[in-house]
């Protein structure tokens, strides 16, 4: 399931550093944001999500922070654990369109080293 | 798991060949979807089925025919395709309707080689 080819960015952590993935948006439009973990072999997993009119959720381990103003989004993930290394996608879409679909970006490789 | 299923999980096809994806959904959702990530892209979404029509097709090549007998069940057709098609085939579900805003869930994909 991993984007296997696609030069994408890596970000290395040593186990139990906080983790820090960035995604930058264009639409200022959207409202809506989610970050989805890829593990090889795997489809994307739902993490946390967050709409346009709050700029931090939380969740276990994880916080979503949003930023309109520069239509920036940010996942941290604290304390990482070998099990948190995947591709990480950011996915935004405009409710108010009807539009169902999200779109995404094109991710982040997270490597834990132990 | 997520609740979603596909099938097969892998499929290598000459490019003469018809085959077919299947992706069953058992988390009681009515929007379906049908995504491509490649190898050089990112996620890319090709369908959108909401209560079993088709409400988008994002310019996805005719070779490509989706179906959606139910809420539950989704087809992608494959005919006469190209090496260039050869892509990890993502399906995902969502409840739309609901006030709330719904995440998608995605199945574990097929791996289709054309040859």
């Known amino acids: 399931g991993e984007s296997v080819g696609l030069h994408l960015p890596t970000l290395s952590v040593q186990e139990g550093d906080n983790s820090i993935i960035n995604c930058a948006y264009s639409?200022?439009?959207?409202?809506?944001f989610i970050w989805y973990k890829q593990e090889s072999g795997k489809g994307p997993q739902f993490i946390i999500d967050?709409?346009?009119?709050?700029d931090k959720r939380q969740g276990q381990r994880v916080t979503v922070l949003l930023n309109k103003t520069v239509k920036h989004l940010s996942l941290q993930i604290a304390a990482t654990q070998p099990g948190d290394s995947a591709v990480y996608f950011c996915?935004?879409?405009?409710?108010?369109?009807?539009?169902?679909?999200?779109?995404f970006g094109s991710g982040t490789r997270l490597q834990v080293q132990p | 798991e997520t609740g979603v299923t596909q099938t097969p999980r892998h499929l290598v096809m000459g490019m003469t060949n018809k085959k077919s994806l299947k992706c069953e959904q058992h988390l009681g959702h009515n929007a379906m979807y049908w995504y491509k990530q490649s190898a050089k892209k990112p996620l890319e979404l090709m369908f959108v089925y909401n209560f079993k029509e088709q409400t988008e097709n994002n310019s996805v090549p005719s070779r490509f025919s989706p179906e959606c007998p139910n809420s539950s069940h989704l087809f992608l057709h494959l005919h006469t395709l190209q090496p260039e098609d050869s892509a990890l085939y993502l399906c995902?579900?969502?409840?739309?309707?609901?006030?709330?805003?719904?995440?998608?869930?995605f199945g574990p994909g097929t791996r289709l080689t054309v040859l």
């Open positions: 639409n200022s439009a959207s409202d809506y």
């Open positions: 996915a935004e879409n405009i409710r108010d369109t009807g539009r169902r679909a999200l779109t």
């Open positions: 967050i709409r346009s009119n709050m």
């Open positions: 995902a579900s969502s409840q739309e309707g609901d006030p709330s805003y719904n995440e998608q869930f």
